[in-house]
């Protein structure tokens, strides 16, 4: 097969043809992808130039003009065959430049350069060393120099270098690039540096090269194991991919997850130094899922947790889950398992109950049916209730620390007995929940016997029998709501606002009952029959109409 055939061009091409069909073909058969075919190409390219200069220097010598019709007369002379050149030993020249690409390097380029120009082999050295530079596995630093004195890969490099050469040094170079990114995650600041020379490297002026490089350094941002707010600003800073009233130059999708992961870096950050603290439910919140504490301290903390601590994890739980759900599958101690089993629903109404109930029968058994006045047995109820409400915040307080340090013995006892040792459900924790309650009984049976323990754990039983109903469900979460959402003040106000009126009512019902036939106005007859004299004796218990009405006679 000929070279003319190899190139789909017609014997008679010239230079211009020649090089253009053969960088359109050098696209179909790249050195990288086939070797073969590109080796085929080039002999054939080479074959094709040779034979066009063989051309250009044939001259027709003649003293003057050829006729017209000897031309015609003649046969055309067949267009010889180029042949391929035979080897040769190299030129001086090329031994020259051979010599002088010995121990070449970055620093030494440019005096190397100059040595080829002055002695006037400058294009076999070029040729040479772009040969080297592919050659060699880590030319990085040389080709870098080689492109700033020799204006390779721009519009101003020789045309007389082999195009497959340069890409193939280009796509090199690009590799380098991004092993040398790579190499770099873990220093922002030699990460930055890099970023910089690539940025005024003259092979990266083009527009698909800066579009390359956009893409190679949001591609490295994506990939480093630490993100870097600040390397990312400069970054930005440097390519202009912040600038506002245009799209950005970083191309899709990774301009966007590169936003995604600032924005998650900067949630992070906030987290952290909210964890830091100690004020506030979304300190504790954020200590809770983002504290990185182990199993017993992430109890302790549970414990005193309040009704709003407990929302603010859930509401950063679901900002976690909207905003940033990739954290889920990066941070496993965020998962609920771990920190929603320690929220202990605690009934806030039963012990309340139990001890005014308590309080009451004390005050009605004790005091008011042995002749105590209203007032009174309502005011001793009152003091007394606060007292047992003092004695039970303590030994909750108390039950409370007494959990901190013993709470696997606690989790044991209520994996193991939990259903036995209550009637509520879900069941309470031994220590933690059900411990000062059965400690406040045994002072109360102290302190009024057994008819005020029988009505303390009777109440509480009751109580704990509706919890098993789905029905009282509702209520509980009424009072738990209330609980959480309305003021403390407000509460105790409304509290006393009932309280009043009820000790007046209770006092006049108290002292409003049902008298016998004529009691209490046995005295207003007895004093009517002494002032009317005309009222025969004996003198009746009840006067008629005519006999009250009648008018006093002399």
């Known amino acids: 097969m000929s070279c003319w055939e190899v190139l789909g061009l017609p014997a008679d091409a010239d230079k211009r043809s020649i090089k253009r069909q053969y960088a359109n073909l050098l696209k179909q058969h790249r050195p990288d992808e086939d070797p073969e075919g590109f080796q085929r190409l080039r002999e054939a390219y080479e074959q094709a130039l040779a034979w066009a200069d063989w051309q250009q220097e044939v001259v027709v010598e003649a003293d003057g003009p050829i006729p017209v019709d000897w031309l015609e007369t003649q046969p055309a002379a067949p267009h010889p065959e180029p042949r391929p050149a035979e080897p040769q030993g190299p030129s001086p020249s090329q031994r020259l430049a051979m010599q002088c690409l010995e121990g070449i390097s970055a620093a030494n380029l440019a005096e190397r350069v100059a040595q080829a120009r002055l002695y006037g082999y400058e294009q076999d050295f070029e040729h040479g060393l772009l040969r080297h530079c592919l050659a060699q596995e880590d030319a990085y630093a040389l080709a870098q120099a ?17 195009v497959g050469a340069t890409e193939q040094l280009r796509n090199q170079l690009m590799e380098l690039a991004w092993s040398r990114l790579t190499e770099a995650w873990h220093d922002s600041q030699r990460f930055l540096d ?46 202009g991919w912040k600038q506002t009233g245009h799209h950005s130059p970083c191309p899709e999708p990774w301009w966007s997850q590169l936003l995604a992961r600032s924005h998650c870096a900067t949630f992070l950050e906030q987290q952290a130094r909210l964890a830091t603290t100690t004020d506030g439910s979304d300190s504790k919140a954020a200590r809770m899922l983002f504290g990185g504490l182990d199993e017993d301290a992430r109890v302790r903390l549970s414990m005193t947790f309040s009704a709003e601590d407990w929302a603010a994890c859930e509401a950063l739980y679901r900002t976690v889950e909207i905003r940033h759900p990739h954290l889920l599958e990066e941070l496993p101690e965020l998962a609920p398992d771990n920190w929603r089993p320690l929220r202990r629903q605690t009934p806030i109404m039963a012990v309340p109950l139990a001890i005014l109930g308590t309080s009451a029968c004390m005050s009605w058994f004790f005091e008011y049916r042995l002749g105590g006045s209203f007032f009174s047995s309502v005011l001793d109820m009152l003091m007394r209730a606060l007292l047992l409400g003092v004695v039970a915040w303590g030994l909750n307080a108390f039950c409370k620390v007494l959990s901190r340090g013993a709470w696997r013995l606690d989790q044991s006892l209520h994996a193991r007995f939990g259903q036995w040792l209550s009637l509520r459900r879900p069941a309470p ?126």
């Open 146 to 162: 080689a492109i700033s004195q020799l204006h390779w890969l721009t519009p101003w490099q020789r045309e007389d270098l082999p």
């Open 194 to 239: 890099l970023a910089r020379q690539l940025g005024a490297s003259p092979w990266l002026q083009t527009l698909d090269a800066r579009q390359w490089l956009n893409q190679c350094l949001a591609m490295a941002l994506l990939q480093t194991p630490r993100w870097s707010e600040e390397l990312f600003d400069a970054i930005c800073a440097q390519q």
């Open 429 to 554: 924790l031994p220590i933690r929940e059900s411990l000062w309650v059965g400690l406040l009984g045994g002072l109360i049976y102290l302190a009024g016997g057994i008819l005020a323990a029988g009505t303390y754990f009777g109440i509480l039983g009751a109580l704990a029998v509706l919890s098993r109903r789905r029905t009282s469900r509702r209520g509980p979460s009424v009072f738990a709501r209330l609980y959480e959402h309305v003021p403390g003040d407000v509460l105790i106000g409304l509290f006393l606002g009932m309280l009043v009126p009820l000790v007046l009512l209770g006092n006049a019902l108290a002292n409003n009952g049902a008298l016998a036939v004529n009691q209490g106005l046995q005295a207003w007859p007895q004093r009517t029959c002494v002032a009317r004299q005309s009222t025969p004796p004996p003198c009746p218990s009840e006067l008629s109409t005519i006999q009250w009405h009648s008018t006093s006679q002399p």
